[in-house]
């Protein structure tokens, strides 16, 4: 389980990852409607809690992480698997699911910007020209011929989903610093235990339990959201990154909002607009340019 795959198989898994990634904002889309958001991000963990503990059980990565990776664990478990996931669904409640993707994929943006305003990373001039582009498209898909300006709903739905990807371009900040003693793969049951424990208090205190119309779909649908698209994606990531280059994957990952929007078009209907491509060409171009900035490092 923890040797490096093939290159095949680790571009066949990794083309695996970018699809439930891509898939999990329209289904996640899909159960907002139906259930309120900080439940489906309650419900959507507990699933991923328990399908990863068969997982790293089974694989011999169930551990008890040392003292020295507890504010890593921290980190990813509230900036990212709680507030992101809270922040993405409230706002996918407003939002398109298409429109939410592109807004979310916005975290390399943040970095750059973070990481620099931090001094820890240099914003050079390709780096520089590739967060231009990226807040460009931004600009176009905030612009009031794209998202109705008269609508609170919606500058509310696309300020959380901003919010959301602010929050995982701080843990990434972070955890581009932390000295790794456990793998990630090891540590992310107890990531997932942390961020359940909070989604679960923060619902209940919030919400009380939530009346729910239980359905077959509504079912599938979390065991998708919490199995596919939440713990094989990490699983899977994690194998990828051992056996492909860090640059490829980066790239490789671009494609995610892509494959979102035409989800959310064959699967919730929803229309690609000419402001909503553009957005996404940019986006997508000015996360690659940085991207490619950074070859040097990850070489």
């Not at 994606?233 to 909002?257: E, I, Q």
């Not at 690609?272 to 070859?295: E, H, Q, R």
Request: proline share 5%.
């Amino acid at each position: 389980m923890n040797d490096r795959l093939s290159p095949a198989k680790a571009a066949i898994l990794f083309i695996i990852v970018v699809l439930a990634w891509g898939t999990n904002w329209p289904v996640t889309k899909t159960l907002v409607q139906a259930v309120p958001p900080l439940w489906t991000a309650t419900i959507r963990s507990w699933v991923a809690l328990a399908a990863l503990l068969v997982i790293l059980r089974s694989s011999g990565n169930l551990i008890v992480p040392r003292l020295a990776d507890v504010p890593v664990v921290l980190s990813v478990a509230l900036l990212h698997m709680t507030l992101f996931s809270t922040l993405a669904a409230a706002g996918l409640r407003y939002l398109p699911a298409s429109k939410g993707i592109v807004l979310g994929y916005t975290t390399p943006l943040w970095v750059a910007l973070g990481a620099s305003a931090a001094r820890t990373e240099r914003l050079g001039r390709l780096k520089l020209t590739g967060v231009a582009t990226g807040l460009l498209g931004l600009c176009v898909i905030l612009n009031p011929a794209s998202l109705d300006w008269s609508n609170l709903d919606a500058i509310i739905g696309a300020g959380m989903i901003i919010l959301a990807a602010i929050c995982w371009a701080a843990n990434i900040i972070y955890i581009r610093s932390h000295r790794w003693i456990a793998t990630p793969l090891q540590l992310l049951l107890w990531q997932v235990l942390v961020a359940t424990i909070v989604l679960t208090s923060m619902a209940l205190i919030s919400e009380g339990v939530p009346d729910v119309a239980w359905s077959p779909q509504l079912a599938l649908l979390f065991l998708y959201a919490g199995c596919i698209g939440t713990t094989l994606a990490y699983w899977a990531m994690s194998m990828v990154n051992k056996s492909l280059p860090a640059l490829t994957t980066s790239l490789g990952t671009t494609a995610t909002p892509v494959v979102g929007i035409l989800c959310a078009a064959l699967l919730l209907g929803e229309p690609v607009d000419l402001s909503l491509a553009l957005a996404a060409a940019l986006i997508v171009g000015g996360i690659a340019l940085s991207t490619l900035a950074d070859a040097p490092s990850r070489a």
